[in-house]
């Protein structure tokens, strides 16, 4: 079966650079997405099709995807970015797979 | 804008079955997939299977054989069945539309998540 690895945890000082990466077998030939869960929170998509952002989310969240790695990207990190992140993708056996999630904490 | 609407019991007893219904409210449940994904309580997420609105399924292997989800375009609903529950099944269940693209590389995301129901397996 077909695994996403992602860091369970990163930090990050407030205004910096944030990266979560998504490590599976040929990523790069797949379409990542990521979503953001606050505590308490249903998931909301942050990005999609590897690096697009859907309408309402800032710009300062960005995508990529390459090789074996797919990668979260958030510059100027804020307080309010602080969640746990979910990478996903759509397996060739045709269903779909979550990474384990990253927790987020801006220091 | 479309929301999605969780509802259900919140207790089931061992080896039943747990149903679940997503109401959609603010647009058409046709021409969209729809999924169903759970979240154990500190755990992660996990993806239980997506259906069309033709009624066209695609299940987790790991789930495979005690799940069902149908659609019922009338009411604008989809529901899912998961047979012979077990504790492990205890989480929050969270219902999604997806959105598909087959071009050079397949992709399948979630944009609008209902706010989550919990669901205990308790006798």
């Known amino acids: 079966s077909y695994e996403l690895t992602q860091p369970p945890s990163v930090s990050v000082s407030p205004g910096q650079t944030a990266s979560i990466t998504c490590s599976g077998d040929?990523?790069?030939?797949?379409?990542a997405c990521w979503y953001q869960q606050r505590p308490g929170q249903s998931p909301v998509l942050v990005i999609y099709q590897d690096s697009k952002r859907p309408s309402g989310i800032p710009e300062r969240f960005s995508g990529s995807n390459s090789g074996n790695t797919a990668t979260l990207t958030i510059s100027g990190t804020q307080a309010m970015d602080e969640a746990d992140y979910y990478c996903?993708?759509?397996?060739?056996?045709?269903?779909?797979?979550f990474g384990g999630g990253t927790k987020l904490t801006v220091l | 804008q479309v929301q999605l609407q969780e509802s259900g019991p919140g207790l089931v007893k061992p080896s039943e079955t747990l149903s679940l219904t997503c109401t959609v409210s603010?647009?058409?449940?046709?021409?969209?997939?729809w999924s169903w994904s759970r979240q154990p309580a500190g755990k992660g997420l996990e993806w239980i299977g997506r259906i069309y609105t033709s009624g066209s399924t695609n299940y987790n292997p790991s789930l495979k054989s005690r799940v069902t989800m149908s659609v019922d375009t009338s009411k604008n609903q989809f529901s899912l069945k998961l047979r012979s529950v077990t504790a492990a099944d205890t989480a929050v269940y969270y219902c999604a539309r997806g959105h598909e693209y087959s071009g050079s590389h397949y992709y399948y995301y979630m944009d609008v998540w209902g706010k989550g129901t919990t669901v205990t397996v308790s006798s």
């Open positions: 040929k990523l790069g030939d797949k379409y």
């Open positions: 603010g647009d058409s449940i046709s021409s969209y997939y």
């Open positions: 996903q993708a759509w397996d060739s056996s045709s269903y779909l797979v």
